[in-house]
């Protein structure tokens, strides 16, 4: 599907995934598609080695990557993963994604990733500082607050934040706080960022739940992934009358047909790190997860998740993206046919770089907002985002997902055409 030379050939990858994506956009892009080649192209992909110091004084070798999907509508602006499994086309994919997010939600940035193929629960908190500036130092000659905008992802949170604004600072002899976002609130964070994932997934999926007639209120909730943004996305959900009735991670996957007790379970992760062992719950196999009757099913672990065959055995109303690219191709045309709704990824978790954006702009006007202004205007955003594309669907009696490329592609080739070529 790609002419890159440096990427795999796996349909299943999560490159192959976006490219795929762009591909069914095509027809309803008019002249802009003669322009969609430069989507399939990132437009700079930085491989890096990151060696550390151990605590024992030997010497470890980590591969990491920078990708700048497209800038054509403002800086780079993505997360850094710390993951055994980060890879340049999972990298890349991330970037791309970032790059359609960006302009379906109408923000003024383009779309980067990053990330480390590393465990960082092997590592110590000395060791995991070292990596974080050794890398940022490595990346440091193409980020920059008005160049690409880090941000928090998988295995990476607010203090690896710190570390790289720390490290990228030193390196230009100023404090530049707009370097990254996700930041600490006494280092320029901004208020409501923790939750904006999470939140945004509620807000979009409430308001999808009642275009199809689906009440929130004493619905049956299913959801994968119960870190950040899915315990934050649960929670939300929970308070809203919702019954969350199987809850499953890396470590288990929990059921109860009268409703898991939600706050009990956030507490019990923040305690363990997992959910296995949580009282007054069955436990079911890992596959049986994806045969049970829901009204929701909320996605928020990792990619390519929703396979063909799994698509065929869902029992859902709405499938939720919290997670970035959990679906494939495939599986997607069959939740079409099933009439089953899913609210993609790049509207569905987009709260996270909406308040990112946020963040940034507070930190160059050093005026900063509370955390209730915060919630009202990332909800304004996302509900004004998700009607443009709820229009746009029915339009072109599309998917909600093409519908968001059809926005976010040609705000981004209308862009291209109209910067032009240089030199």
């Known amino acids: 599907m790609s002419s890159l030379s440096y990427v795999s050939t796996n349909n299943n990858s999560a490159w192959a995934t976006f490219l795929s994506q762009v591909e069914r956009v095509l027809p309803y892009l008019g002249d802009l598609a003669l ?3 430069t989507l399939r192209h990132p437009k700079r992909a930085l491989i890096v080695d990151v060696p550390l110091e151990m605590d024992n004084g030997t010497i470890r070798h980590f ?6 999907h497209n800038l054509s509508r403002g800086p780079g602006k993505g997360g850094v993963r710390f993951h055994p499994n980060v890879t340049l086309e999972e990298v890349m994919a991330l970037s791309a994604w970032m790059t359609v997010k960006s302009a379906a939600l109408n923000l003024p940035f383009g779309g980067a990733k990053g990330g480390i193929r590393v465990d960082p629960r092997e590592l110590s908190e000395k060791e995991l500082e070292r990596l974080t500036r050794r890398y940022t130092n490595e ?7 008005q160049q690409d905008i880090p941000a928090p992802d998988v295995g990476t949170n607010a203090q690896i934040m710190a570390w790289m604004m720390d490290t990228y600072s030193m390196n230009t002899g100023t404090t530049s706080t707009g370097v990254v976002t996700g930041k600490p609130i006494y280092l320029g964070g901004s208020l409501g960022r923790v939750n904006a994932t999470g939140r945004g997934v509620f807000v979009t999926g409430s308001r999808v739940a009642e275009q199809i007639g689906l009440t929130v209120q004493n619905c049956l909730l299913a959801i994968q992934g119960f870190g950040n943004v899915g315990s934050v996305a649960t929670g939300l959900f929970h308070r809203a009358g919702a019954r969350v009735v199987s809850v499953q991670d890396h470590s288990a996957t929990l059921f109860d047909a009268s409703g898991l007790d939600i706050p009990a379970l ?3 992760q923040r305690q363990h790190g997992f959910i296995a062992g949580f009282p007054s719950a069955i436990q079911l196999k890992e596959e049986e997860f994806w045969h ?3 009204d929701i099913f909320l996605l928020a672990a990792l990619e390519g998740v929703i396979t063909p065959e799994r698509a065929r055995s869902l029992q859902c109303r709405l499938v939720l993206e919290g997670a970035n690219g959990p679906t494939l191709p495939g599986a997607d045309d069959i939740l079409h046919q099933r009439k089953i709704t899913v609210v993609p990824d790049v509207i ?8 990112s954006y946020f963040e940034w ?3 160059f006007s050093s005026f900063f907002w509370s955390e209730s202004e915060i919630n009202d205007q990332l909800d304004r955003i996302m509900r004004e985002a998700l009607e443009v594309v709820w229009q746009k669907a029915e339009t072109l009696d599309v998917t909600l997902r093409t519908a968001a490329y059809a926005v976010a592609c040609e705000r981004i080739l209308t862009a291209c055409r109209e910067r032009g070529l240089y030199p």
């Open 35 to 37: 322009l969609a080649d």
């Open 63 to 68: 591969e990491g990557f920078r990708v700048q």
């Open 139 to 145: 990346i440091s000659t193409i980020i920059g607050p």
């Open 266 to 268: 956030a507490d019990y």
């Open 292 to 294: 049970q009757e829901y």
């Open 348 to 355: 569905c978790n987009a709260g996270g770089v909406t308040v």
């Open 361 to 363: 702009v507070q930190d």
